[in-house]
C-alpha cells in the first residue's frame, strides 16, 4: 500500500513560506518520497525526493520525520507560478518506480 | 533529465470511434507510462509499457480498450478504442529515469 495523505488546500501570500504535509505512515525502510507538481494545463513535473535526510535543491526543501511517516515540503518563497497541485507519492520500485497519484494539495498564491 | 512531446495536443472525437495517441522520447528509455486525468481529477495510471514486451495493465483497463505500442526504446502509442463521452479525458505519457519521471504535455480528449 503506498497511500499517502495531504490536506487538500493550502493558501499562502506571495513572498512566503509555505509548508506542505504529508502523512505516510505505512512507509517501509527503502520507499522513497518522492513530490511532483502540476502547474495548471501542464503534465506534472518533478520537484524533489528524499529518503531518511532532509534534501535541498532549486525548487524546494524536503524534511522528512525522524520516523519517517510524515514529510514537509517547504517552498521557501512562494511565488504566483508556484500555485499548482502538489502531490506526495511513495514510487513502488518493485514495479519501475510506478507512481500512484492520490488528490495532492492544491495550493493558492496571494499576490 | 527527458524531453516529451505528445500528438495529437487535443482532439474532438465522435462516440465509437478510435482515437491513436503517439508519445515521442528524446531519449532512449526502458520504461514508459500511460496516465489519464479526467477533468477535475488527479492522474490515473492505465499502463505500464516496456519496449519488446506487452504492456502492464492497471485494475479497471484492459487492452481491448487501449491498446498499447512500444515499437522501441523513445516511442509509444495508446490507442483509445470504441470511445464513449466518458473517455474524455487528458492522457499523459512519461517515462522513468530511475529517479524520476518525466511528463508529456498530455493529449487533451473530448468524445462528443
Known amino acids: 500500500d503506498a497511500k499517502t495523505t495531504q490536506p487538500n488546500s493550502m493558501e499562502s501570500n506571495e513572498e512566503e513560506p509555505v509548508h506542505l504535509p504529508c502523512n505516510h505512515s505505512?512507509?517501509?525502510?527503502?520507499?522513497?518520497i518522492h513530490w511532483y507538481r502540476q502547474l495548471p494545463s501542464q503534465g506534472p513535473e518533478y520537484v524533489i525526493h528524499?529518503?531518511?535526510s532532509n534534501v535541498n535543491n532549486r525548487m524546494a526543501s524536503l524534511a522528512i520525520a525522524e520516523d519517517r511517516k510524515s514529510s514537509t515540503l517547504i517552498l521557501h518563497r512562494a511565488t504566483l507560478r508556484d500555485a499548482a497541485v502538489y502531490y506526495c507519492?511513495?514510487?513502488?520500485?518493485?514495479?519501475?518506480?510506478?507512481?500512484?497519484f492520490g488528490g495532492g494539495t492544491r495550493v493558492l498564491v496571494k499576490p | 533529465s527527458a524531453v516529451i512531446s505528445q500528438k495529437p495536443s487535443r482532439d474532438i472525437c465522435q462516440r465509437g470511434t478510435s482515437l491513436t495517441i503517439q508519445c515521442q522520447v528524446d531519449?532512449?528509455?526502458?520504461?514508459m507510462f500511460w496516465y489519464r486525468q479526467q477533468p477535475g481529477q488527479s492522474l490515473t495510471l492505465i499502463a505500464t509499457?516496456?519496449?519488446?514486451?506487452?504492456?502492464?495493465?492497471e485494475s479497471g483497463f484492459v487492452i481491448d480498450k487501449f491498446p498499447i505500442s512500444r515499437p522501441n526504446l523513445t516511442f509509444s502509442t495508446l490507442t483509445v478504442s470504441n470511445m464513449s463521452p466518458e473517455d474524455s479525458s487528458i492522457y499523459l505519457c512519461?517515462?522513468?529515469?530511475?529517479?524520476?519521471?518525466?511528463f508529456g504535455p498530455g493529449t487533451r480528449l473530448t468524445v462528443t
Open positions: 512519461s517515462v522513468d529515469n530511475g529517479y524520476e519521471q518525466y
Open positions: 505505512t512507509i517501509s525502510g527503502t520507499d522513497y
Open positions: 528524499g529518503l531518511t
Open positions: 507519492i511513495r514510487p513502488i520500485k518493485a514495479a519501475g518506480n510506478k507512481l500512484t
Open positions: 531519449s532512449q528509455v526502458t520504461m
Open positions: 509499457a516496456n519496449q519488446g514486451s506487452e504492456a502492464t495493465y
